[in-house]
């Protein structure tokens, strides 16, 4: 009869998981071995490498594609304000182009009527066919006279308009003229002239007279009843 010595069975499972843990260190170590061997974690490396290189280019794209879009909107935002300004100015332009047809109209108007008024003989002399006086608010008195040569194709005639006007002052009479004197006057068909004359307190107007002078002599006058 033969005696054999049994190893505990704590001892045995250490001894056990000693060769397991041996075992999956030789395994491990292989694995590294051989992949080292095949070049496997260079290779890694390298394609890690490349993609960084790779990333690197497409950011610094990226940046040049975004400083290129910032750029256009710029662009786009300046067309756009050239547009807005040059829309605004051609509506000026035509709201002036307007308005200048408008007095066009208004100037033909006034000389087809005048035009009217000028006899189709010659001779004559000069006349003042347009005599107008308004007292606006009793402290203002708004004039305009209307001066033709009555003949076609007259010379130029260099004269002085002079007006005056008299009336009641506090009761007592009253006159006065420009206060810068007669009016220059140059014509040579037709010329209008108008101004305004400010009153003085508690004056009443009750004839307005228009006289046109060459030099010291009266060529023509009206006077109007206000």
Not at 40 to 55: F, H, K, T, V
Not at 83 to 112: I, W
Not at 181 to 203: D, N, S
Request: aromatic share 6%; hydrophobic share 45%; charged share 20%.
């Amino acid at each position: 009869m033969a005696v054999r010595s049994a190893l505990p069975w704590p001892l045995r499972w250490v001894v056990l998981a000693i060769a397991l843990g041996f075992c999956a260190a030789l395994a491990l170590w292989a694995f590294e071995f051989g992949r080292d061997i095949a070049g496997l974690e260079s290779s890694s490396r390298e394609r890690l490498a490349q993609s960084r290189a790779e990333a690197a280019v497409l950011r610094a794209e990226l940046g040049v594609a975004i400083e290129a879009r910032d750029k256009a909107q710029s662009i786009a935002n300046t067309s756009d304000t050239l547009l807005t300004s040059e829309k605004v100015a051609q509506e000026r332009l035509l709201a002036q182009n307007k308005q200048l047809e408008a007095e066009n109209r208004v100037l033909r108007d006034d000389l087809g009527f005048f035009e009217k008024l000028i006899p189709s003989g010659g001779g004559g002399s000069i006349t003042v066919r347009g005599f107008q006086v308004d007292v606006s608010g009793g402290r203002e008195i708004k004039w305009q006279v209307l001066v033709i040569q009555p003949m076609k194709n007259p010379g130029e005639f260099n004269g002085l308009l002079e007006l005056s006007f008299s009336g009641l002052q506090n009761g007592k009479a009253w006159t006065t003229s420009l206060p810068d004197g007669a009016v220059p006057l140059k014509l040579r068909q037709y010329g209008r002239l108008e101004g305004v004359l400010t009153l003085p307190p508690q004056t009443v107007v009750s004839t307005a007279t228009a006289r046109v002078l060459e030099g010291v002599m009266v060529k023509a006058s009206q006077s109007l009843k206000l």
